[in-house]
Nanobody, 112 residues
Framework: VQLEESGGDLVQPGGSLTLSCAASGFTFSSYDMRWYRQAPGAELELVAG????????DYARSVKGRFTISRDNKKNILYLRMNNVRFEDTAVYYC??????WGRGTQVTVAF
């Protein structure tokens, strides 16, 4: 199993960013997928999850209405669209398969 996140960057408050997670080594379309994040000095936080059909989604209260999780089962890619970002969205974002397999993460920093 390989999960490789990308798209992290420095972004200003109120800006937007799209994270990607390229998956390989397993049947991507058969697994629910999740995004987690970990801010400096904080615990790991579940950000969003998506079902195999790409329709069932759920979000942490802190990002609901601002972030959108999606997937492309043909390309084996998981996405996280982040709109109207806030300082508190600064974290390393991780892609997760089935609560077991993790990517290395991508850094998102929200600052002027």
């Amino acid at each position: 199993v390989q999960l490789e996140e990308s798209g992290g960057d420095l972004v200003q408050p109120g800006g937007s960013l799209t994270l990607s997670c390229a998956a390989s080594g397993f049947t991507f379309s058969s697994y629910d997928m999740r995004w987690y994040r970990q801010a400096p000095g904080a615990e790991l936080e579940l950000v969003a999850g998506i079902g195999v059909d790409g329709i069932s989604t759920d979000y942490a209260r802190s990002v609901k209405g601002r972030f959108t999780i999606s997937r492309d089962n043909k390309k084996n890619i998981l996405y996280l669209r982040m709109n109207n970002v806030r300082f508190e969205d600064t974290a390393v974002y991780y892609c997760n398969k089935g609560g077991v397999d993790w990517g290395r993460g991508t850094q998102v920093t929200v600052a002027f």
